[in-house]
Nanobody, 128 residues
Framework: QVHLVESGGGSVRAGGSLRLSCVVSGYTYPTYVMAWFRQAPGKEREGVAAIYTGDGSTHYADPVKGRFTISQDNAENTLYLRMNSLKPEDTAMYYC?????????????????????WGQGTLVTVSS
């Protein structure tokens, strides 16, 4: 079993920045596709960014390209999402997800069904 715990959400003004963290614990697999998803009120959950821990390759959804950066700290077993130039439309619950079975990001964009492990979420609110 893999456990994911997110933190770092909060309330910021438009143009501000936040860094989300996701600590991975429990059973350790050799590699993962790790991803951040978000779900705004009344909307479906959507993928934001993904990273393959095997080679560090990354992919981003178009709305966040150039503003968000996904990264990993293998020594700390932690996934990050640095969010700059935040907009009100970035307001959502952000979730960390792990897929230890997929090798690489060739199948991006991913759906949430492909990720067996999820965190509880951290809320990001961006005011105008």
């Amino acid at each position: 079993q893999v456990h994911l715990v997110e933190s770092g959400g909060g309330s910021v003004r438009a143009g501000g920045s936040l860094r989300l963290s996701c600590v991975v614990s429990g059973y350790t697999y050799p590699t993962y596709v790790m991803a951040w998803f978000r779900q705004a009120p009344g909307k479906e959950r959507e993928g934001v960014a993904a990273i393959y821990t095997g080679d560090g390759s990354t992919h981003y959804a178009d709305p966040v390209k150039g503003r968000f950066t996904i990264s990993q700290d293998n020594a700390e077993n932690t996934l990050y999402l640095r969010m700059n130039s935040l907009k009100p439309e970035d307001t959502a619950m952000y979730y960390c997800a792990a897929d230890p079975f997929t090798k690489g990001l060739a199948a991006y964009p991913f759906t949430e069904a492909e990720f067996p492990y999820w965190g509880q979420g951290t809320l990001v609110t961006v005011s105008s």
